[in-house]
């Protein structure tokens, strides 16, 4: 029996053990045949990689064969050498655990072992592995169980994580001062260590360095060991390595070993790369870093959003009431009139006035140019019906009135939608040395225009309408130069039969007839006699009250009256005609316009006549020399304190305000 048991021991051992001059280089690992364990593994760039960020946790790697570490003759232990290159990466920078050892182990079976401080090598049941361990360990943790110095030391350990000796991590440099330097396990960087063992004078000897620094003379760490005492014949040669709860990666980048001799060099050009080192804790702060920013911007970006969405449906906000739905088509969206006029710039402004500014635009969907006119009114008071009033003069058609397209209403302002009149407004041709000047033929022409309008005003339609500003700014001129009437903003309107109401006093000061400015009420009348003003103007080329002029020619009509009663009407008319026009045609208008502007009310013409007498259908009547006794003269310069109190009190009062400044016209220029 026992012959056949020494057979079969013979047997395994030749079959487990290696040659006893064991001789290897692995510069990267990619065609190592190695036993790995745990979470170890060897990477696609030939890393061998013992953990990873997987905590907590432990990773092996062995030769797949034990090597046969005693002499067969004399039973002692044999002479070793190895070098190695590792590197711990920890995930933060100040948190890592708990290192790397170079292990012999009668046993590759560490199953039972535990992670973290038991490096993978030994658990807390046993004082003493079973498994017979020699263990050089580079550890990355203090702990006190085990008696470590401190958190970066090399140590060797026998059957237990209590190293028999260990000290800090550091090297001995070669130059002649014989300097002495503090190493970092964990820096990330790589680090090479010599682990050599001599049978002869049973020194254990660990020396390390990092990459770039040349084997140091010195080693850092020279035990006395009885290696031949400690471990068995053939042992399993390799790597342990173990994590806790601090993230730390441990990767070997190369080995060589050698039985009985010196281990090569390892050629480090040859060695793998590591995945990006350093600061990896940096990496991830920065990525945090730019999420953040990324997450502020993108909150930024909907924050503007959001402003500039309220910021438009407050910009757009308009006032709609119930009651303005029968009005539909005559409404008009904010919107439309604010892109119409390009956000209401000052390059669309064709004029400003007493009620507001007017802006020439283009609607965005039908191209339709418009001239927008901004009221503003502080209270709603009397808006409704001024709404029924403005569709209602949105229906009149007549071909020399400026067509009222429609309204919108906002908060504190009502906006007006006009045909737009290229030619702008009467005035501009006839005061002031204008820049171009209309013929007697055209003036002719826009009188009529304007009569016919007035008529239609008056007479023509469902309800009488009373203009109540008729004046040169408020004609306009469309593109052939027709007189066109503006401007219902003052106007009111009656129904046929009914008394006409009034309570405020509108319209522009030199058109008011006497009577107006007295008991405040609006009539057809009134509007013939600021008809008869427009006349004068017209004919006269200058306004109805100039005080430039000298004292007594303050007030045109006095003139033309004075120069009616001299018998020399002619010499009233505008000098700038010199003789180019109709002498019968200008003294009819002369006379006419002195009619109209007549003191009494009941010597005024209806419109109807003075249709009549502008187609020469009519004679004109006698001018009555009553009723003016003065009273123009004196009219004209009460009236003007009076009526310019009255207006200013009355601003407040109405709902789309008078003024005695100009109205603005509604056309370009
Ligand atoms: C074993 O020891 C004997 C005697 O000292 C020696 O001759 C032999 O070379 C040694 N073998 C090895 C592999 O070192
Ligand atoms: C501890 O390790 C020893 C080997 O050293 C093993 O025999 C034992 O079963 C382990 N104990 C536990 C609880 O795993
Ligand atoms: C090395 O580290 C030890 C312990 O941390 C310290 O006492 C010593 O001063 C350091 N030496 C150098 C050269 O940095
Ligand atoms: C171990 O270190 C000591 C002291 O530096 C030295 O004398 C000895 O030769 C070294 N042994 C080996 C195997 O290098
Ligand atoms: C080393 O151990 C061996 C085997 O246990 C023993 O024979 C030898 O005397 C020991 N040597 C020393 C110096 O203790």
């Not at 360095?209 to 040349?214: C, T």
């Not at 400690?230 to 806790?244: A, E, T």
């Not at 190369?254 to 080192?277: I, Q, V």
């Not at 502008?614 to 003269?633: C, H, K, T, V, Y």
Request: hydrophobic share 40%.
């Amino acid at each position: 029996m026992f012959p056949k048991n020494m057979f079969f021991f013979l047997i395994l051992t030749l079959a487990t053990a290696s040659a006893e001059d064991e001789d290897f280089t692995y510069n990267g690992f990619g065609a190592a045949k190695l036993r790995l364990d745990g979470i170890a593994e060897i990477t696609t760039n030939g890393l061998l990689m013992l953990t990873d960020t997987r905590q907590p946790a432990k990773g092996h790697a062995f030769l797949p064969t034990p090597i046969r570490f005693k002499n067969s003759t004399t039973g002692k232990a044999l002479s070793f050498s190895t070098s190695f290159i590792f590197a711990m990466i920890p995930k933060y920078e100040d948190l890592f655990g708990h290192g790397i050892a170079f292990v012999l182990a009668q046993s590759a079976d560490l199953s039972y072992a535990l992670p973290s401080q038991f490096l993978g090598l030994f658990n807390s049941s046993n004082s003493y592995s079973s498994n017979q361990i020699v263990a050089i360990e580079f550890d990355s943790n203090l702990n006190p169980e085990f008696n470590d110095i401190d958190n970066n030391h090399v140590g060797i350990d026998v059957n237990s994580p209590k190293s028999i000796s260990s000290l800090h991590a550091a090297y001995y440099t070669n130059d002649d001062g014989g300097g002495f330097k503090n190493l970092s396990l964990v820096s990330g960087k790589p680090i090479q260590a010599w682990i050599e063992y001599s049978h002869l004078d049973g020194l254990l000897n660990v020396t390390l360095a990092p990459i770039d620094v040349a084997k140091p003379g010195v080693p850092r760490l020279s035990s006395n060991v009885n290696l031949s005492s400690l471990i068995s014949d053939s042992m399993y040669v390799g790597f342990s390595s173990s994590v806790g709860p601090f993230i730390t990666s441990h990767y070997i980048l190369g080995w060589s070993f050698k039985l009985n001799g010196r281990a090569k060099a390892l050629d480090l050009s040859r060695l793998p790369s590591l995945p990006r080192t350093g600061s990896k804790s940096r990496l991830e702060s920065w990525k945090i870093g730019l999420l953040i920013i990324l997450a502020i911007l993108f909150l930024l970006i909907i924050t503007i959003g959001i402003i500039l969405l309220v910021n438009s449906r407050i910009k757009f906000r308009e006032v709609f009431e119930d009651w303005e739905l029968e009005y539909g088509p005559q409404r008009f969206c904010f919107k439309d009139l604010f892109l119409a006029t390009k956000g209401f710039r000052d390059q669309h402004l064709l004029g400003a006035g007493g009620f507001g500014k007017v802006y020439r635009g283009v609607l965005p969907n039908t191209g339709i140019q418009v001239a927008v006119k901004q009221v503003s009114h502080e209270s709603r008071q009397g808006m409704r019906e001024f709404i029924a009033e403005i569709v209602s003069i949105g229906r009149l058609r007549h071909r020399n009135l400026v067509q009222l397209l429609g309204y919108c209403r906002r908060k504190r302002e009502l906006l007006l939608v006009y045909e737009f009149m290229p030619n702008s407004s009467l005035d501009k041709y006839l005061f002031n040395q204008p820049k171009s000047m209309l013929s007697w033929g055209q003036r002719f022409q826009i009188i009529k225009g304007v009569a016919s309008a007035l008529y239609y005003l008056h007479e023509g339609w469902e309800k009488v309408v009373v203009h109540r500003d008729i004046k040169a700014s408020n004609i306009l001129l469309d593109d052939q130069m027709n007189g066109r009437l503006g401007d219902f903003g003052l106007a009111r309107l009656y129904d046929h039969g009914t008394d006409p109401q009034t309570t405020h006093v509108v319209g522009t000061l030199g058109y008011l007839a006497p009577e107006l400015a007295k008991t405040g009420k609006a009539t057809t009348s009134t509007d013939v006699f600021a008809f008869g003003g427009f006349l004068l103007e017209v004919a006269c080329g200058r306004r109805p009250i100039e005080i430039r002029a000298s004292e007594q020619d303050i007030v045109l009509v006095d003139k033309v009256l004075e120069c009616w009663k001299a018998g020399t009407i002619l010499e009233a008319r505008d000098p700038n005609l010199g003789n180019e026009y109709i002498a019968e045609e200008m003294e009819m208008v002369l006379k006419l316009g002195l009619l109209c502007s007549h003191p009494n009310s009941s010597s005024r013409p209806p419109m109807r006549l003075v249709i009549l007498i502008l187609e020469r259908e009519a004679p004109l009547p006698e001018i009555s020399e009553d009723g003016w006794n003065g009273e123009i003269s004196a009219m004209g310069e009460e009236g003007f304190v009076d009526i310019g109190m009255s207006d200013s009190s009355l601003l407040t009062m109405s709902p789309f305000s008078a003024s005695t400044t100009e109205s603005v016209p509604l056309t370009g220029r």
